[in-house]
């Protein structure tokens, strides 16, 4: 086991408000923050992973692949083109 000599960094206070304690990032809604939402990983017919995201507050849904936002019309027309 590697012993890290890691020497606390002094974080800029200017951001306090921002930083979330424990860094535990859970799954958020990207329009209401809330955290009720379900998550499914799905493969698109090219073969592209995404996950779909639905929050049960504002019923907004979110596509993505990886970090990358997908438009829902983007998921749809490649998920109806079959090779
Ligand atoms: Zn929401």
Known sequence: MARSAQTATSAPEALGSLTQPG???GIQCRMCQSERVTRISMEL????EVQFTNC???ENRTWEAGDELLSVD???SRAKRKL
């Not at 017919?45 to 592209?48: L, P, T, V």
């Open 23 to 25: 860094a535990r990032v």
């Open 45 to 48: 017919a090219d073969g592209s």
């Open 56 to 58: 049960l507050e504002c």
């Open 74 to 76: 983007h998921v749809l």
